[in-house]
Structure formats: C-alpha cells, structure tokens
C-alpha cells in the first residue's frame, strides 16, 4: 500500500522515519555532546588558554566529523556486501531448486498465519512474478530500495555531525575566556533539548522523556570530561 493511499485512510504512520532520522539524531547529538565535552575538559584544566580551547574544539569538530563519515562509510559498504553475496546465493538457488525454493517462501507465509493451500499459491505466484524480489523481502528481510549509498550515508553522518558540533565551537569562540566553562556546556544543553524534543516530535515519541534523557546524558558526559579535564591539568 502505497503512502498516499495510507494518507488518504486517515492513517499516519512514522515508522518510514526511523532511518534518516536516526542517522540524523546520532550524529547532530554526537557532535554537540562529544565537541562540547573536548572544550570542557579543556577550558577546566588550570593555565588553559582561549587559543587552546578554540584549536581543540576545530580539531575535535574536524576529526569528528571525518570519523563519522568514515566509519559510516564502512558500515553501510560491509552491510551492502552482505546482502549482495545473500542475495547472489539466493539467485544461485532460485536456479538450481526452484520447487524446493517455492515451498520455502510457501512456508513462510503459513508461519505468518495463511492457510497452507493459499500460501502455496501466493508463493507460486510471487515466484512467477519476481522470484528473486519476494525471497529478498519474506526470506532475507531486505528492502526493495536496493539499500543506502556509502558515500551518500557518509556525506550525511558527516553533515550532521558538524551541524551539531559548528554551535558549542562558536559558543566557545564567541564567549570572554572566562566564561567558557559556563557558556559552553548551557548552550550545548538547550541544542540538546531541541534536537531531542526535534527527533521526538518527528518520530512521534514523547517529548519530554527524549528531553530528559538526552539531556541528562549530556550533562554527565560534560561533567566527567570537566572533572578529568581539571585533575589532568592540575597534575600535569
């Protein structure tokens, strides 16, 4: 059933988002919380300079970002791989025993709650339609999409990193030295609020736990970094 018949049902399901969107909100939380923790620890480290905060908050935005894109990068090509080398042994399947490959997706759909002679029917006709394409779906639960891109996820997670991360860095640049400890962490909380109540508001989800959670984590990662941060510094 496609989307617009769904609409016009009056039915209105988020769930198409959970990918985009979580690849969304991973990065962009990632950015803020991990940038924004680098400065702290270093703005807390006694004798620390406002050029060595700046310069560690560009490096970890920076290395950050490359990471993220990487990382993504061999994820989704090792996912693609798999999936690939799964569905060349199906085809190779399909070919050598297509009646034992019908009863198996026949099987499938009687484990699903269809009756045993319908099942074999839907199965034969699935398999004289798109033999490759119903096992991809019912027996390997892939998508039809063909997947994500490698490149294209990287480009992304990257985009959304630096989207999260660009805030507490000019928060940092922009506040009197003495005020980054404070300034900094403030303003990574309130992106963090809004990137939870964002992602919750978008996904359907309540608002005020996806707040708090995100928030609290936040919290506790800077204040840990703060506290190394100022222990380093003051032994080193």
């Known amino acids: 059933m496609s989307q617009t018949t769904i609409h016009a049902m009056g039915e209105q399901h988020l769930v198409h988002r959970t990918g985009w969107l979580r690849a969304a909100v991973l990065g962009a939380n990632d950015g803020i919380i991990s940038v924004s923790s680098l400065i702290v620890g270093v703005a807390a480290a006694p004798g620390a300079t406002a050029g060595a905060v700046l310069v560690a908050g560009i490096a970890a935005l920076v290395g950050g970002a490359l990471s993220m894109a990487a990382g993504e990068y061999v994820s ?80 992304f997670s990257a985009g959304a990193f630096s989207a999260g991360a660009i805030l507490p860095v000019l928060a940092a640049a922009l506040s009197p030295h003495a005020w980054v400890l404070y300034l900094t962490p403030a303003t990574a909380l309130v992106l963090l609020a809004v990137l939870g109540a964002l992602g919750a508001k978008a996904g359907g989800a309540p608002v005020v736990r996806a707040i708090v959670r995100v928030v609290l984590l936040g919290a506790l990662a800077m204040g840990v970094t703060a506290l190394i941060g100022t222990l380093t510094g003051t032994f080193v």
């Open 76 to 155: 989704v090509s090792s996912q693609a791989d798999t999936e690939q080398a799964d569905l060349a042994r199906e085809a190779a399947e399909l070919v050598r025993a297509p009646l034992a490959e019908t009863r198996e997706l026949a099987a499938i759909y009687e484990q699903r709650g269809v009756e045993a002679g319908l099942a074999q029917q839907v199965a034969e006709q699935m398999m004289a339609h798109d033999a490759l394409g119903a096992h991809r779906r019912d027996e390997l639960g892939l998508a039809d999409d063909g997947g994500s891109n490698p490149l294209q996820a990287a480009l």
